[in-house]
T-cell receptor, first 114, second 112 residues
Framework: KAGVTQTPRYLIKTRGQQVTLSCSPI?????VSWYQQTPGQGLQFLFE???????NKGNFPGRFSGRQFSNSRSEMNVSTLELGDSALYLC?????????????FGNGTRLTVT | GESVGLHLPTLSVQEGDNSIINCAYS??????FIWYKQESGKGPQFIID?????DKRQGQRVTVLLNKTVKHLSLQIAATQPGDSAVYFC???????????FGKGTSLLVTP
């Protein structure tokens, strides 16, 4: 099976712009999660989608949003970018079990805000 | 390479030795734990998981030990190889049951 695929791999944006990141989960996986990774804060949970519904959301401002499509592919959007949004954004998928099912991560999108 | 943590604890071991990476978790109600390995420029890679009804689980060259009394998790890597050099994260299921809470990570450096 192909792994989790994230596009683009790298992005450079300026403050105030908005950005959309894309994620294709492992085939058959219906749950997609997004995480932000920074040197200072480590890996932090953004949100999780299952069957096009957001089931859980982390402690991030409303500028961070996401959605999931009927084919389980997901996008996340960050509006009005700030310098502090520079990070590695990781998408992960898993089978629909709530417990006992590890997340499988993509290689991330490296976002740099200047 | 990319830095995933400016002040990560670092463990340096010689090739062929066994490695032990420790992790303290915070959620006493968590019943599922995972270890991930992250190499430079890549996303976290699943290594091994364990449920709270177990205290030990073995994989290929890896063993995870869970001590719920002191909320401690460890990852043992047997016969460590240069390819094992990476940052290792433990993770626990958060209160919601959907999100993972990650530790800060430990950088493992394997020297020849």
């Amino acid at each position: 099976k192909a792994g989790v695929t994230q596009t683009p791999r790298y992005l450079i944006k300026t403050r105030g712009q908005q950005v959309t990141l894309s994620c294709s989960p492992i085939s058959g996986h219906r749950s997609v999660s997004w995480y932000q990774q920074t040197p200072g804060q480590g890996l932090q949970f953004l949100f999780e989608y299952f069957s096009e519904t957001q089931r859980n959301k982390g402690n991030f401002p409303g500028r961070f949003s996401g959605r999931q499509f009927s084919n389980s592919r997901s996008e996340m959007n960050v509006s009005t970018l700030e310098l502090g949004d520079s990070a590695l954004y990781l998408c992960a998928s898993r089978s629909e079990d709530r417990f006992g099912s590890p997340l499988h991560f993509g290689n991330g999108t490296r976002l740099t805000v200047t | 390479g990319e830095s995933v943590g400016l002040h990560l604890p670092t463990l340096s071991v010689q090739e062929g030795d066994n490695s032990i990476i420790n992790c303290a978790y915070s959620n006493s109600a968590s019943d599922y734990f995972i270890w991930y390995k992250q190499e430079s420029g890549k996303g976290p890679q699943f290594i091994i998981d364990i449920r709270s009804n177990m205290d030990k689980r073995q994989g290929q060259r890896v063993t995870v030990l869970l001590n719920k009394t002191v909320k401690h998790l460890s990852l043992q890597i047997a016969a460590t190889q240069p390819g094992d050099s990476a940052v290792y994260f433990c993770a626990e299921i958060g209160d919601s049951g959907y999100a993972l809470n990650f530790g800060k990570g430990t950088s493992l450096l394997v020297t020849p």
